[in-house]
């Protein structure tokens, strides 16, 4: 039932771009990202409630195709900062939220 | 005040043993919940409680068992674990269903 995402690990070096991808099964009415380091709880980055929203900071954004149920990740020109998994999530019933598969990311020096 | 305070964030305990995790709030957040996350995997829901009443369970053991004595503490108590339960357990809020959801560190649970 949880989303699925892709690549499930992608290595990178500082300063490239990379791009986590998130589909579900069931019609996605809104997509939660956070970010989870090692020994720690993860971290919220952003939500995007409506189809075609697009959100997020110069570096690290989002868009969110509600019809084709998907939604990606964009990090650029990545920071050592940026390692740790990446999981987007979703309410699929109220308040039934749910994680997805979970991207790890490990940027090098 | 922004954090969900988890306690203990270490816990050992024997099959035989009964220990409760706690978890506290006071953004004055309204739903709250409780995750189990083995290593390298995502967090799995357990329970959901939405304004003090339990909303949501998924199918988790009765040796398990939650408590939301007030809007602001939320508590699990453990009790006849396995081996296998062992795992980092996790409390988050959110203002509502839906929302930003606010985690605490967790605590991180061994049964022997």
């Known amino acids: 039932q949880q989303p699925v995402q892709s690549p499930q690990a992608v290595i990178l070096r500082e300063g490239e771009d990379a791009v986590i991808n998130c589909s579900s099964s069931k019609a996605l009415y809104s997509v939660h990202w956070y970010r989870q380091k090692h020994g720690e709880a993860p971290v919220f980055l952003m939500i995007l409630l409506k189809g075609g929203e697009q959100k997020g900071h110069e570096k690290i954004s989002a868009s969110f195709n509600e019809k084709k149920q998907q939604s990606s990740l964009y990090l650029t020109a990545s920071q050592l900062s940026y390692s740790g998994t990446y999981f987007c999530?979703?309410?699929?019933?109220?308040?039934?939220?749910?994680f997805g598969s979970g991207t790890k990311l490990n940027v090098k020096p | 005040d922004t954090e969900v305070t988890q306690t203990p964030k270490h816990l050992v305990m024997g099959m035989t043993n009964k220990k409760s995790l706690k978890c506290e709030q006071h953004?004055?957040?309204?739903?709250m919940y409780w995750y189990k996350q083995k290593a390298k995997k995502p967090p799995e829901l357990m329970f959901v409680y939405s304004y003090e009443k339990l909303s949501i369970n998924e199918s988790v053991p009765s040796r398990f068992s939650p408590e939301c004595p007030n809007s602001s503490l939320l508590n699990l108590h453990l009790h006849a674990l396995q081996p296998e339960d062992s795992a980092l357990y996790l409390c988050?809020?959110?203002?509502?269903?839906?929302?930003?959801?606010?985690f605490g560190s967790g605590t991180q649970l061994s049964v022997l």
């Open positions: 999530g979703t309410t699929y019933n109220f308040n039934k939220f749910y």
């Open positions: 988050a809020s959110s203002r509502q269903g839906n929302e930003k959801l606010f």
């Open positions: 953004m004055g957040h309204r739903a």
